[in-house]
C-alpha cells in the first residue's frame, strides 16, 4: 500500500492557481504532521510548507509565503496545498511527506512518488 498519493499537479500560466492534495493511509497520517517539498532537475528536493497535527502550525518557505496555503482535513486523511499567484519559477515536482514529529525542512519519514506542477511564462 503506497502510504502517501499526491494529485492535482499540471500545466498553468503564470498568475494562476492549483490545488494538491496528498492523500494518505491512517497509519502514515494519524497523529503525524504533514509537508509538501518540491524538487527540480539537477536541484535538493526543497521544503515548501508543514503543518503540525492539530493544524495549529504552519510553516512555509520564504519563497511561498502569502502565495501557498498548507490545509488538512484529518477526517479525510488528505492534506491539501492550494498555490496562487504561481510563478514559472514555482515549477517543479511537489512530493508529500509525513513525519511523527518534526514539522519543517527536516521532516519527512514517509514520502508520495510526486505531482508535475509546470508554470508557464
Known amino acids: 500500500q503506497v502510504p502517501l498519493v499526491e494529485s492535482g499537479g499540471g500545466l498553468v500560466q503564470a498568475g494562476g492557481s492549483l490545488r494538491l492534495s496528498c492523500a494518505a493511509s491512517?497509519?502514515?497520517?494519524?497523529?503525524?504532521?504533514m509537508g509538501w517539498f518540491r524538487q527540480v532537475p539537477g536541484k535538493e528536493r526543497e521544503f515548501v510548507a508543514g503543518i503540525n497535527w492539530s493544524g495549529s502550525r504552519k510553516y512555509y518557505a520564504d519563497s511561498v509565503k502569502g502565495r501557498f496555503t498548507i490545509s488538512r482535513d484529518n477526517a479525510k486523511i488528505t492534506v491539501y496545498l492550494q498555490m496562487n499567484s504561481l510563478k514559472p519559477e514555482d515549477t517543479a515536482v511537489y512530493y508529500c511527506?509525513?513525519?511523527?514529529?518534526?514539522?519543517?525542512?527536516?521532516?519527512?519519514?514517509?514520502w508520495g512518488q510526486g505531482t508535475q506542477v509546470t508554470v508557464s511564462s
Open positions: 491512517g497509519r502514515t497520517f494519524s497523529g503525524y504532521a
Open positions: 511527506c509525513s513525519d511523527r514529529g518534526t514539522v519543517g525542512p527536516g521532516m519527512g519519514e514517509y
